[in-house]
């Protein structure tokens, strides 16, 4: 059956900042503190959208979450209107008021992992949200990105929506940003690869935390009706989370037949590959590009975001092309290695750069901003409308950005009621340009 592997990006809410939340993402924590813009962060996603859309392929985007989260606050022991709440907040626990206005959910890589009809045992589109239970503040994004997920794919005979995985360390769930799929054709059987960093119970003495569990993917691929056969189990190498790869999808990317990753990216590399070969056989010979660390230090990929780029079949191209972040092309190691790579004749054949700084700057490159979704000719025309990128729905969001977003975001702007204020006009004004329903945040059904 023909499909196309469509783009759902999380668009960028109002109240993104440089919080350094994450333990593990370097660039996260060296840029703490930080002034940020959160209308150039929305914008700047907004144009990497519509360059795709523009470019033929098939663009979506997930809303952003309600910031700052007062169930939080809440359930944390603060009382009164939201005002108070936060306000007292903000006095007595500054950080968790931080953690509660992080506008991580921008990271829609995050999201969920998918399942593409043709994998599945019952041919519906699978989803699980990821729990994300690893950092506070992303352990609140699960449910809301299944009612965003929900709206977006509201057709039941069609798509499954699944709960997260238990909010249990056993369980933890990072989502896309550890899984690849790999396949002949986007319509055709493919090889789902998981990749984690730990198991359920190990004592993990790394430098940073390993933040998905083998029995997370394990869990994900058997309620999403996977044949074992075709799942692929790897570990990421210890090498490369204590580096900074918090998410494989930081040393690693794949699309189509090709797998692009480096060097330190699995525990056991010549396994991991072997693996995908067998669980392949029959359907497809797997294409690897393998990047040397002799070439690229492990240390440049991961600060260039070399690999948490999109991985992309452009319309019109007989090869794959790469959409970097300017980084890659700033930095001398990964910015010689592309040049290499698409002047020889492998599956890759062209590099471009897109700025998303605002992003990176928080550790997200153009791969941590969307969530792949293969689609075929009726699973797209079940889409709800408004989740797809259209010159219109550009327009307005463009100008809906400008109206409600701040230039400027300090950190100490977060205890600002004011902000609180703002943010809820902007996603008033979003709930009606893509039709979310009037309960759709929680301070709508308070």
């Not at 500054?94 to 992992?113: D, Q």
């Not at 997920?149 to 699944?162: E, G, I, K, Q, Y």
């Not at 969307?370 to 969001?397: I, N």
């Amino acid at each position: 059956m023909v499909a196309r592997e469509a783009n759902f990006d999380g668009l960028i809410g109002p109240t993104h900042n440089y919080g350094g939340l994450s333990d593990g993402n370097l660039a996260s924590a060296r840029n703490q503190g930080l002034v940020s813009s959160p209308r150039e962060g929305v914008l700047e996603g907004l144009t990497k959208m519509k360059r795709l859309a523009d470019a033929g392929l098939v663009q979506g985007l997930l809303p952003p979450h309600e910031r700052p989260f007062l169930p939080m606050l809440r359930r944390a022991g603060f009382s009164g209107s939201d005002s108070a709440v936060l306000e007292a907040a903000w006095k007595q626990a500054p950080g968790l008021v931080r953690k509660a206005s992080s506008a991580s959910p921008m990271w829609a890589a995050n999201a969920a992992t998918v399942s593409p009809s043709a994998d599945t045992a019952d041919a519906r589109l699978h989803f699980t949200p990821a729990n994300l239970l690893t950092t506070l503040h992303r352990s609140i994004e699960g449910r809301q990105t299944q009612r965003s997920l929900s709206w977006a794919f509201a057709d039941t005979d069609r798509f499954a929506v699944h709960d997260p995985l238990p909010m249990q360390a056993d369980f933890a769930d990072e989502g896309a940003a550890n899984h690849v799929r790999l396949c002949a054709e986007q319509g055709g059987e493919g090889v789902e690869i998981f990749v984690y960093g730990r198991t359920a119970g190990e004592n993990w003495s790394g430098a940073f935390p390993a933040r998905q569990t083998l029995e997370a993917c394990q869990a994900v691929a058997r309620s999403h009706g996977l044949d074992p056969a075709r799942c692929v189990f790897l570990r990421q190498s210890q090498d490369a989370i204590d580096a900074g790869a918090f998410h494989n999808d930081v040393v690693c990317v794949g699309t189509r037949t090709t797998l692009f990753f480096h060097e330190l990216a699995f525990e056991d590399r010549a396994g991991a590959l072997d693996a995908i070969r067998r669980a392949a056989d029959g359907l497809f010979e797997p294409v690897f590009v393998e990047v040397p660390e002799a070439e690229v230090p492990i240390g440049d990929a991961i600060t260039s975001y070399l690999f948490n780029s999109q991985l992309l079949e452009w319309p019109g191209e007989g090869r794959l092309a790469l959409i970097a972040p300017k980084e890659t092309e700033e930095t001398e190691t990964t910015r010689a290695y592309c040049a290499s790579m698409v002047d020889g004749n492998g599956p890759i054949g062209r590099v471009e750069y897109v700025d998303v700084r605002q992003s990176m700057r928080n550790g997200g490159g153009p791969a941590c901003l969307r969530l792949r979704v293969a689609l075929t000719d009726d699973e797209l025309a079940a889409v709800t409308p408004a989740a797809l990128m259209t010159d219109a729905l550009f327009s307005e969001l463009t100008a809906w950005a400008n109206k409600h977003y701040r230039d400027r975001l300090a950190p100490d702007d977060l205890g600002d009621p004011a902000l609180m204020t703002e943010s809820r006009a902007a996603l008033d004004g979003l709930t009606g340009i893509l039709g979310l329903g009037g309960d759709f945040y929680p301070f709508q059904r308070a």
